[in-house]
């Protein structure tokens, strides 16, 4: 008889989740510039403890929110909220959810599938504005010019006839594009001169020989340096099957009233209270990069929203400020919204690649190399077919393809 009673109760409540389910409304919303965790609590009516009662890290974690990202709530047939799924980078999730009238809250992976995918095109327009109309997808062109940002002028040494090709992974949630492209290899002609990038080492770029492209050069935010704690991302703990939270930026020892240093030239975007992260301080920089300065005890009267600042410029004072465990400095850096590690992004000289790891990435680069070029060519055969059949619908085919 246990065990009936208990079946009847487990198809009971599948059923009253299902008639929940089918009764509930998604609707897909954009986290707006200045929205926090807290105010989307009070919009919902959720209960502020879930935010109080988190874990210290977990609290930082809800600042890392980012004004622009889309975000997937459900709401019941009385407009209350079933479940929220918000994201906080590629790879994790907040996850609201009701569970008997009550709000729980916890961090859990977000599911997408990727796929590598290649692309190769003759220039008509511009490189950014022919890959965007070939893909429809702004931030693949977006990040080919960052790529090649710091050697080839696109205005100035691409020219209509000129060709292309990228070979990149993409990520896709809810069957649409989701987060920053990973472009692994590109050629860009310049005068139909060919010029290879091979993406290796954490996502540096090299040319052909395995010497890197200079990149964005950062300098370090503090005058002294001693790390306390380093970048992480989001991972499943092997054996507890649980998510292990991330650290999204370097933590330096310093003690409160400590000279803060712009690691970069670029334009305040914000600079004052940023919930967990106390007073703090966002700088914009060329290339999509934003870097943050957290935890700060004073902000120089000067930094606020558009203001244009100096790398090296000092900006603030080190502090203990928001959800702080003592005096310190909290970095972090973000492309295109994306968290990376800024001890990989801060470099004074060019690298070149030596022995095994020279070897490593000669291998991959001639498979790259061969891919771009198998691409081209069969450009280069659908080129000579159009124009066999009459140049005049060249441009386009380019467009349908």
Not at 347 to 369: A, I, V
């Amino acid at each position: 008889m246990g065990y009936l009673k208990r079946m009847k109760k487990v198809i009971f409540l599948l059923m009253l989740s299902l008639q929940l389910c089918l009764s509930a409304v998604g609707e897909n919303r954009i986290w707006q510039r200045g929205y926090t965790f807290l105010n989307f609590l009070e919009d919902y009516q959720i209960p502020l403890r879930l935010y109080y009662n988190l874990p210290s890290g977990d609290k930082e974690l809800t600042a890392e929110i980012n004004a622009g990202v889309e975000y997937q709530i459900l709401k019941d047939s009385e407009g209350k909220l079933v479940q929220a799924l918000i994201p906080i980078d590629e790879e994790i999730q907040i996850h609201i959810y009701r569970d008997h009238y009550k709000y729980k809250m916890t961090f859990t992976p977000i599911k997408t599938f990727q796929k590598e995918q290649t692309l190769a095109l003759e220039i008509m327009d511009s490189p950014h504005q022919d890959i965007f109309r070939f893909s429809k997808d702004l931030a693949l062109a977006n990040e080919f010019l960052n790529t090649y940002k710091n050697s080839i002028n696109f205005k100035r040494e691409v020219i209509k006839g000129d060709r292309l090709a990228i070979i990149y992974t993409r990520k896709y949630r809810f069957g649409q594009f989701f987060g920053t492209p990973s472009i692994l290899a590109s050629m860009v002609e310049t005068n139909k001169k060919q010029n290879f990038l091979i993406s290796y080492n954490g996502g540096r770029f090299y040319n052909l020989e395995g010497k890197e492209v200079a990149g964005f050069l950062l300098q370090m935010p503090l005058a002294k340096i001693y790390i306390t704690s380093k970048f992480s991302k989001a991972r499943r703990h092997p054996v507890l099957k649980t998510i292990i939270r991330p650290h999204f930026g370097v933590d330096f020892r310093a003690k409160i009233g400590t000279p803060v240093y712009a690691a970069g030239s670029g334009r305040v975007i914000s600079a004052g209270w940023k919930g967990g992260y106390g007073k703090a301080v966002e700088i914009l920089h060329e290339g999509g990069l934003r870097t943050l300065y957290a935890h700060l005890s004073k902000i120089d009267r000067k930094m606020r929203p558009g203001i244009y600042v100096r790398q090296g410029q000092m900006i603030a004072r080190s502090g203990n400020t928001g959800l702080s465990s003592g005096p310190h400095l909290h970095f972090g850096l973000y492309k295109n919204n994306r968290p990376i590690d800024p001890l990989g992004s801060i470099k004074t000289t060019r690298s070149k690649l030596e022995g095994k790891k020279k070897q490593e990435f000669l291998k991959n680069m001639q498979r790259y190399k061969k891919q771009i070029q198998d691409e081209l060519e069969q450009l280069n055969s659908k080129t000579r077919s159009i124009q066999t059949q009459g140049g005049a619908v060249e441009d386009t085919s380019l467009e349908d393809r």
